[in-house]
């Protein structure tokens, strides 16, 4: 007896997402260097599935600038410079800054620091931001993306304009793309990255704007610092 109207298209759409999560993480994890080249047929065959929610994914990733298309040949991972990063970082932080205009413009806008459902996704954010922190201290990278990621879009979620949460959440995944690609020259990462998550959260908690953006502004400068130092520029 058929399914329902719908349930192919529905495995295929979660089959193309998990695609593509899988193969973002292999370019945060470094296993897919930039410039390396793969077919839509090749990844199909290591995923055990079939040619179209690949083609979807690949196209997807494409779109959000991880990926290039090769004409009538495949894909490569996309190959960011400094400039790109600096770019990003300038973005970044106007999409930042405008979602804490929210708590500049009337503070009592934001959460409710009494509510109990606020009290705990606080709590949550800032057991994100404990981890993202000490991953950063040991300079383990691949955990620090994924907890940074996670930190943030909660935060955003929580304090942003829901907006622009999705948008920054695809900056900060590009810029983290940018990033692992000099970061990974480096043996030894312990002190280089940034660990100022549990004062961000502690800020907006408080409703502290201009310490919020003070310390988003010394992330920002810190982040680019890094990776001039890196690259010699």
């Not at 990733?61 to 290039?68: K, M, T, V, W, Y």
């Not at 300038?90 to 934001?110: H, I, K, N, W, Y």
């Not at 622009?164 to 000099?182: A, E, G, N, P």
């Amino acid at each position: 007896m058929p399914g329902p109207s719908g349930t192919g298209a529905v495995t295929r759409s979660t089959l193309r997402r998990q695609i593509a999560d899988a193969l973002r993480d292999e370019v945060l994890a470094g296993r897919l260097q930039p410039g390396q080249e793969f077919t839509v047929k090749e990844i199909a065959e290591q995923y055990g599935v079939s040619a179209t929610p690949v083609r979807e994914a690949l196209v997807d990733l494409s779109a959000q600038g991880l990926l290039d298309a090769d004409h009538h040949r495949g894909f490569h991972v996309h190959e960011y410079s400094v400039d790109d990063f600096r770019g990003m970082i300038a973005a970044r932080g106007l999409v930042t800054d405008g979602m804490f205009l929210v708590l500049a413009d009337d503070p009592q806008r934001g959460p409710d620091p009494d509510d109990p459902r606020i009290v705990v996704a606080l709590a949550g954010v800032r057991r994100r931001g404990e981890e993202a922190q000490r991953a950063a201290a040991a300079g383990d990278l691949t955990v620090l993306i994924g907890y940074d990621l996670r930190y943030w879009r909660e935060l955003a979620a929580l304090f942003g304009n829901p907006y622009l949460s999705d948008f920054l959440h695809r900056l900060r995944v590009q810029s983290w793309v940018c990033t692992v690609q000099h970061l990974r020259r480096l043996r030894d990462l312990r002190g280089e990255l940034w660990s100022g998550h549990t004062e961000l959260v502690d800020a907006l908690a408080r409703r502290d704007v201009p310490a919020a953006r003070s310390l988003v502004d010394a992330y920002n400068a810190h982040s680019l610092a890094l990776i001039e130092r890196i690259t010699g520029r």
